[in-house]
């Protein structure tokens, strides 16, 4: 199968080399790599430049608008602009990296093989896993059903049928909603373990968090008591324990009697509100 791999970097000087390196080793190699530096300010370009002589298969595309470091919608524009510049309809398969994972050799093939044997598969991609106390343990902040934003692999027709990625925060919960809203499956390979040298909102803070998540459960229309369920939940999974989930919730409140709070299909909110009341019963 044809795929094309893209990878959003802004200032990686510290991980991009662990992330090319270990899709050079790959046992199936992408037919293209490209890596968008999004207005990087440190030695990334350089980085960069010297993989790009190395292999033919990689591609740097450069984003000379200087975002600061972002996330969600800044993310999938850079993302957008490495996809632009390739014509999609020549591959099977695309894929969304982070800049900052080492893949094990196998990575790939494992993820191939799977789109193969299932036609119905939209979207796969493994685990994440972080260091703590000199050990690999997998990054757990989301549902077990859910393939991280940071290694989502897509089949080319299901990726076009849902219109790509969502420019707001949570596109990488509303793209599963999407595809399993168009009877596509979402694969998550839990013994795959990919290394993320950056936890997760390790940039942002608490409070910025709790504020980003809010936003979420309003762009994916999660309404009133979902939204309201998902936000204290917060305050029993993230730190500090209770006062992360007050302060989404508060935030939540806040967001909830805007007028634009709509970012999706309101027949997709509807399945969206289906699908998350019955995995709450469950």
Known sequence: MRHLAIIPAYNEEENIHKAIDSIASQTVLPTRLIIVDDGSTD??????AK??????????????????????????????????????????LVSKFDADLEFPTNYFETIIDGFKSDPKIGLSGGICSVLENDEWKEEIVSKSDHVRGALK???????????????????????EFILRYHNWKVKRHSDLAVRHYRETNQLNGWVKTSRLNAQVFHNLDYGFLIGSLSSLK?????????????????????????????KLNPEIGKFIRTYRRKTIFK
């Not at 030695?43 to 960069?48: D, F, G, R």
């Not at 027709?157 to 707001?168: I, P």
């Not at 935030?251 to 709509?262: A, E, I, M, N, P």
């Open 43 to 48: 030695s990334t370009p350089e980085i960069l």
């Open 51 to 92: 993989y790009a002589q190395q292999y033919d298969w990689v591609k740097i595309v450069t984003n000379k608008n200087k975002d600061p470091r972002a996330t969600g919608a800044k993310i999938v524009r850079a993302f957008n602009l490495g996809l632009h510049s390739e014509e999609l309809n020549n591959y099977d």
């Open 153 to 175: 692999s897509y089949r080319v027709e299901a990726f076009q049928q849902m219109e790509g990625l969502k420019l707001f925060m949570g596109w990488d919960s509303a793209d």
């Open 234 to 262: 917060r305050g029993m999974v993230n730190s500090p324990l209770i006062l992360s989930g007050l302060l989404t919730y508060f935030y939540f409140l806040k967001g909830y009697f805007s007028k634009d709070r709509r």
